[in-house]
């Protein structure tokens, strides 16, 4: 179950925040826009509509969240950038995913996701280390530094990506 859940493995990040490791998080944004609509591509709507995992979300509803949640982060990070230190909190992702919005064409969340991410690219690539050092104070998780929320929504793309492509192994398609 763990493998079908995190086909990546879970969130780990780095070490060290390097220019390097910015760097290559910086490239996973630009290139998730393609990647997942290549990972979706040629799809039914009936393959759309079916669960990567046992008791996980359908192929649908993980594109409206990749979609939701680079958009969230995207304004938690300009918000953290100007403002000192703030509050966030956990957002409720599986009653979202129940939402009708969440049976909307993939391509609507396929374009929000290609134009967040331009606009995002662009914010992180502006940042210096002053930038990358500022935080949110998230509740549950405690103080985050756009550092590491460059690094881990990074992997969250590819994480969501890898939900699409091992389904689709896994079937066949």
């Given amino acids: 179950m763990e493998q079908l859940q995190y086909p990546i493995g879970r969130f780990a990040r780095p070490e060290t925040l390097t220019g390097e490791t910015r760097t290559a998080a910086i490239q996973d944004l630009i290139e998730l826009p393609a990647r997942i609509r ?11 509509n079916t669960p990567y995992r046992e008791g996980g979300w359908t192929i649908r509803q993980v594109i409206h969240h990749l979609a939701d949640s680079h958009l969230a982060a995207f304004v938690r990070t300009k918000t953290a950038y100007t403002e000192d230190n703030p509050a966030v909190s956990p957002l409720p992702w599986d009653a979202w995913a129940a939402l009708a919005d969440y049976k909307a064409p993939l391509c609507t969340s396929l374009s929000l996701i290609e134009n967040v991410h331009t606009r995002w690219v ?6 210096d ?29 590819k994480h969501h990506t890898a939900h699409v492509t091992s389904l689709r192994q896994r079937n066949g398609w």
């Avoid at 290549?38 to 393959?47: F, I, P, R, Y």
């Fill in 38 to 48: 290549q990972a979706v591509d040629g799809l039914s709507e009936e393959q759309c």
């Fill in 122 to 127: 662009l914010f992180w690539s502006s940042l």
């Fill in 129 to 157: 280390e002053k930038g990358l050092a500022k935080t949110m104070n998230h509740s549950k998780n405690g103080p985050q530094s756009l550092d590491h929320y460059l690094h881990l929504y990074a992997w969250h793309g």
